[in-house]
């Protein structure tokens, strides 16, 4: 009887959901089911629990489990961490309802407090902290002046203006300089303003000041290019209260824990949705060993002669290396964890050399020796070690030149968080607060740099971040109102679907894959591999930082990108590839003018970009394209540009850009159409190996400036009078 009524009341689909549902103990194919009120462990139909218990009891799964969400908003107020176990997991939202999570808390209690200018104003705690807010769903702007950029100069320390009024505004380490230039957008906060005669002196903030100005990093290929513009003009200037001036602008007092607001017209603050974003990532899931990275090789022991050589000339990591021609020379590297890389140089007549292992000889051969020489290679690798304390000695084994370049340390056993899906969550309300501190130091697309030295590579935090993930799954989810990426697929992800999601209103790009610094790897368990991004819906990433983009693909083998659909970016829509000419043969650097040759290897091959549908994109940003590569792709295979239709891109230098150092691509059968900028251009011998036919476009102009490419048997259309061929593939681009 019981079972029938719930047949009656519910349907058959929900009593199938139900007799899924199990006691809290673990047991295989269990349903959990949570709500945004849910408490107690039972998490069942009649008993939901709260996601952050649901999440508690996953550890402890070894079946299959689905978290099955039930609609309502779950405001979380830490970062949900998946664990990592042997169960496939699955988040679901329940049949029929609309599960939100967000990082944001609602403010209430607004009041007019300037009535001249129609500010109202909230209470929050004092030391809130965040960069966005939503008000009834949409991006309130940060109080900010547009200005012209000739009303400032250039000074030691910053910048002067004839205006005086700056000089007068309040919470001045708070305010920000923002520059767009050329591919870059830049930010510092400022350390203090001051009346400069009848105007004002803007002093930047010293450390940002150096490294977007009088120092601009630059850690040249394979982490950067040579073109740096720097912060010499400002675009606008940012977060004062005394800057609130337009409908629709906020302005948060930290200190004093006054959030002051001007509201659109017919907005009434006693009713209106206020959400102020709080966390950075919403949901993260870790596997081991995490992020990878070199560190340089004087944090090594050697014994016997050795000498260092510091060489801005050849690429090596941190520009320098030990380097020993002494029989016997031995160095030491010891370390806490499961495996080590060593790199190095490889060269003609470059020496041999032995390894052992906590003592032990590995018994075999080991040479340095190589046809071209090349940087920053694996020269020597142990894995899979028991985690604990071990210490890999080489010594020289003749009197040829043997270097010593830097050290990858494997902390953990290569342990990926596995089988993992969410499904049809909506995912909403954060925020990214290392601007506000540091600024913003812009390399490329929505990769910026770190503030101290090195200066590593860093990335804008995801609401849904995956690190060292396998067999990954996200579909049918929402991503919107985020003010950092919407999703992250980092280090050394594998086996990875992201599929007919919804992407929009985000302050950073829309989905990122892959990383820029494990160009070195040779072991394919530590790669970003098999990543199929397909059949999603991009509008308006970028609303903040705009040298983002919609997708984002650094080092990776058999990336897919296909039938998406691109709109809105102030910046590029796809870019895929890094390393610029790091990967391009020592002549065509020199051709290209480059006086020294920086060259490694790049593990990137196989990659697809295929059936999109961009447009409306590079709307505020130059140099660029709707679909953008950079740095070379291994040339084992050939990766593909293929059947995608790129129009509307007001900035673009080139629609279909592979920019420097791209190498072994096959472009056919795409749509162009843009009157203004190039359909197609290599501008410099870096270039290489690349074929570029049968395509359609509305746009004559090419520029050929690369090595072994071939634009052949491509069509030119006037007047809009497309071929059936033509149209056929503007039909087919975009989510299926």
Known sequence: MRIGRLVTALGAALLAAVTLMAPA?????????????????????????????????????????TVLLRGGTYRLTKTLEVPR?????????????????????????FTKTDAARDIYTAAVPAGTDTRQLFVD???????????????????????????????????????????????????????SISRDGTGSALTV?????????????????????????????????????????RPGQWYLDKRAGRLSYIPLPGQDMAKADVELPLLETLVRASGTPGHLAPVDDDTATYRGAWTTSANRQVGDYQDGVHVTSTEGASVSYSFTGTGLDVLAETNTGQGAF?????????????????DVRLAQQVVYSVQDLPKGRHTVTLTSAGDRPFLVDAFVVTPDAVRPVRDLSFDGLTFTGTTWTLPSRDGYVDNQAGVQWAAAAPHAPIRPPAALEIHRGRGISVTGSTFRGLGGVGLALADGTQDARVTRNHFTDTSAGAIASGEVDDYYLTDPARMTLDTTIADNTITTPGQDYHDAVGIWAGHGRRTTIEHNAIAGTPYSGISLGWGWGWASPCELQAKQGLTACRRGTIYSRDNRILGNDIHDVMRTLLDGGPIYTLGGQ???????????WVHTAPHNNNMLYHDEGSSYWNTYGNVVSNETGRWT???????????????FT???????????????????????????AAKSVMAAAGPR
């Open 634 to 644: 291994d040339g084992t295979t050939e990766s593909v540009t293929a059947g995608n």
């Open 85 to 109: 176990t042997d169960a496939k997991i699955a988040f679901r939202a329940a049949p029929g309802e609309t599960p939100v999570l967000t990082g944001a808390r609602r403010v209430t209690g």
């Open 25 to 65: 103990d673990a047991t295989p194919g269990r349903t959990l089911v949570v709500a945004p009120d849910g408490h107690g462990t039972a998490c069942a139909w009649h008993r939901p629990c709260a996601l952050e218990s649901a999440s508690r009891l996953l550890a402890r799964e070894r079946g299959d489990v």
């Open 205 to 245: 903030q010293p450390e940002c000041w150096r490294n977007n100005n009088t120092a601009v990093v630059n850690r040249q290929f394979p982490f950067n290019g040579n073109g740096l513009p720097k912060l010499d003009g400002v675009s606008w200037v940012e977060n004062a209260y005394e800057l609130l001036t």
């Open 698 to 724: 509305d746009n004559t102009v090419v520029k050929n400036l690369g090595t072994n490419v071939v634009i052949s048997d491509n069509t030119v259309v006037t007047g809009g009078n497309w071929p059936d």
């Open 137 to 191: 769903g949409a991006r309130a702007e940060r109080a900010r002046t547009a200005l012209s950029p000739a009303t400032f100069t250039v000074t030691a320390t910053g910048f002067s203006t004839p205006d005086p009024s700056f000089a007068a505004l309040t919470n001045q380490t708070g305010v920000e300089v923002v520059q767009e230039n050329k591919w870059k957008q830049m930010r510092c906060p400022l350390a």
């Open 681 to 695: 251009g290599m501008w410099t011998p870096t270039i290489h190996d690349i074929r570029i036919h049968g395509n």
């Open 354 to 370: 032995t390894a052992t292992v906590d003592g032990r000889p590995d018994g075999k051969p080991h040479t340095e020796a190589g």
